[in-house]
């Protein structure tokens, strides 16, 4: 992998990640763009004592562009975008609107390829590795900043989600606090090793790899289920079967396996709904320990794949019980979850 760092026209940071050592990346940015101006603020709901970021120059951001006009394609044929190159494997940058910047912590955009139509899905097997290449670096990065606590590498695909650009792409947020969900867990892994004196993560994988019911698929590497209290209609968790805090300290092993098996998993939930159906919207998101914090050496690093869409045509919307206690209401058991999951597996 070669990484090139650059700048954009109005200074911040883009990086490029390429699998051949000789690539060149030296085109400017064209664009007149003024300095980019947030005014990311973290308040803390002094009730249920999260974190709420108000980011009000978020309104101002691209909204659902045409294709001619998207920002995540490479400059070509006179069309300049954020990606200054007129071709490009991963390319990662600042976010323009921003929801955390500064003091408050960083957001960016990772394109995951040059091209418009595609998706995550149909990266192949070396473009998808040089994508984890990318979330380890910008992980270790993030990392040496002063302002950041968590790494968050997460991609939201679909309309249905409220992706606002088609082209396909995640982002990386960096946290200037140890997440609530996180915190959650870590309280969990606490009170579990108080009682058992057990990794409470190694506890649960071990029960979905006894009970079968739930596991989607299982590697030399990796293992992936369906987990025994799903929230969403379709839920996977995918762990390395070696636990690890972050990203940075996968083994060569799992790095390796790592592109067929997400691949793997990402074609199987375009399938759920049988032929004809449109993309499956879903949510990945990568969990990973905070860098400062009481557990860390218990967490464990795993990856949790869902959707919102609940069966052909209808989504799981998140009403009065969600919402409001946050008591999430499954339609789809687990155990039948997983077992569609396994139905379609590729041929």
Request: proline share 7%; with cysteine.
């Amino acid at each position: 992998m070669k990484k090139t760092v650059t700048t954009l026209a109005d200074g911040r940071e883009l990086i490029y990640y390429d699998a051949a050592e000789d690539t060149v990346r030296d085109a400017v940015d064209q664009r007149p763009l003024d300095p980019v101006s947030t005014s990311s603020e973290i308040r803390r709901d002094p009730l249920l004592g999260d974190a709420v970021a108000i980011a009000s120059h978020r309104q101002a951001r691209t909204y659902h562009p045409p294709a001619d006009a998207c920002p995540l394609c490479p400059s070509r044929e006179g069309r300049h975008s954020e990606i200054p190159d007129g071709h490009y494997d991963v390319a990662v940058f600042e976010n323009r609107f921003p929801s955390l910047a500064g003091d408050s912590g960083r957001c960016e955009v990772v394109c995951f390829t040059s091209d418009h139509d595609a998706s995550f899905a149909d990266l192949t097997e070396e473009q998808a590795a040089l994508v984890l290449a990318a979330w380890t670096d910008r992980t270790a990065a993030l990392a040496a900043l002063d302002q950041v606590t968590q790494v968050f590498c997460f991609e939201n695909r679909g309309a249905e989600i409220g992706v606002t650009l088609g082209h396909p792409h995640g982002q990386i947020y960096g946290y200037p606090f140890v997440t609530p969900r996180t915190e959650l867990m870590l309280r969990s892994a606490a009170r579990h090793r108080e009682e058992t004196g057990a990794n409470l993560f190694d506890a649960v994988v071990a029960r979905e790899e006894k009970d079968g019911s739930r596991v989607v698929l299982v590697t030399d590497h990796w293992i992936a289920f369906v987990p025994y209290a799903a929230h969403w209609p379709y839920e996977v968790h995918l762990y390395p079967r070696c636990r690890v805090p972050d990203l940075r300290e996968l083994d060569e092993g799992a790095r390796t396996e790592f592109p067929q098996v997400y691949l793997e998993l990402l074609r199987r939930f375009d399938r759920i709904f049988g032929p004809g159906e449109p993309p499956t919207p879903y949510i990945s998101a990568w969990h990973q320990a905070p860098f400062v914090a009481d557990g860390r050496e218990d967490f464990a690093l795993h990856l949790e794949l869902f959707t919102i869409r609940r069966t052909s045509g209808k989504l799981k919307f998140l009403a009065g019980s969600e919402s409001g206690m946050s008591v999430f209401i499954n339609d789809v058991p687990p155990e039948a979850a997983a077992e569609r999951l396994r139905e379609v597996a590729s041929q």
